[in-house]
């Protein structure tokens, strides 16, 4: 290998020639393609909670590079028309196409739906024209088709997805999607390290269905909170600013830049066992 500072991991040229870059650039179907095989740049943890109105859902904004923390101001909490929130954790690049996919779709489903004054207004539908009616329980069904799909193109997206909103009745929805098109509901869903440390907490509050009738918005924020601050202690690849939103029948309502508060560490001085700390 060529050990000299400016082609380091390189082959040596004078033992084993110029390096031959020329297949790089060929195209058509004799060279093989390539996919992600690991994630590079990765969000972590996103939380959810349901209350009896709603669905409140939270993600910090930090972007990891391995364990650099790189990026500080990522938008991983993603409003889908005015009517739900998609959590997205995992690849931040598959995120970026996630969302240019989800605005693509409600692009599509708004004009799709644009009534013309010449169609019959005694139609049975009778939501605002150019409105989207996709609800959070739709767009998880289509998500998840999407996932699959990719899996099954051997080209996943990395990522693990919640979708938040309400669904065809009108009560509060709550669901995951991972990369291998897997879906699961519950009244509590967290990603990442959130699943060992986040959903602990939440399912004190609520541990089925029964339980999400006698939450009360104040209380579920509180909790999911609450949530944010034990991953900010316990996860390295956390952060103390993140986003917030809150899901109702009346819209959606999300906040970024959320500062953690009323943080403490006095905790840290019981932990024993960690560098010098070993007696």
Not at 33 to 51: N, W
């Amino acid at each position: 290998m060529n050990h000299f500072p400016h082609g380091w991991g390189r082959p040596r040229d004078d033992v084993y020639g110029p390096y031959d870059a020329s297949f790089l650039q060929q195209t058509g179907p004799a060279v093989p393609s390539q996919h992600t095989q690991s994630p590079i740049v990765t969000g972590t943890s996103v939380v959810a909670v349901k209350f009896k109105d709603g669905v409140v859902i939270a993600a910090d904004n930090l972007a990891s590079y391995g364990s650099l923390a790189r990026f500080r101001d990522v938008k991983r909490l993603l409003p889908f028309a005015a009517s739900t929130i998609v959590g997205v954790s995992g690849d931040v690049s598959d995120l970026q196409y996630i969302s240019r996919f989800l605005t693509s779709v409600e692009v599509r489903e708004s004009q799709a739906h644009h009534h013309s004054p010449s169609e019959d207004p005694s139609r049975a539908d009778d939501a605002a024209p150019g409105s989207v009616r996709l609800n959070a329980q739709n767009l998880h069904t289509y998500l998840s088709k999407v996932m699959y799909k990719r899996r099954s193109d051997f080209n996943p997206l990395w990522n693990q997805i919640l979708v938040a909103g309400t669904d065809n009745d009108g009560k509060p929805f709550l669901s995951s999607v991972d990369l291998l098109g897997t879906t699961f509901s519950a009244p509590t869903l967290a990603t990442g390290f959130g699943a060992h440390l986040a959903q602990p907490i939440l399912r004190r509050l609520a541990e089925d269905e029964k339980d999400v009738e006698r939450i009360n918005r104040d209380t579920a924020v509180n909790a999911v909170k609450e949530c944010m601050k034990v991953l900010f202690y316990r996860d390295a690849r956390s952060l103390d600013s993140y986003s917030i939103g809150v899901v109702t029948a009346q819209g959606i309502d999300i906040q970024d830049d959320v500062k953690l508060e009323g943080q403490s560490w006095a905790f840290a001085d019981g932990i024993k066992g960690y560098g010098t700390q070993v007696n």
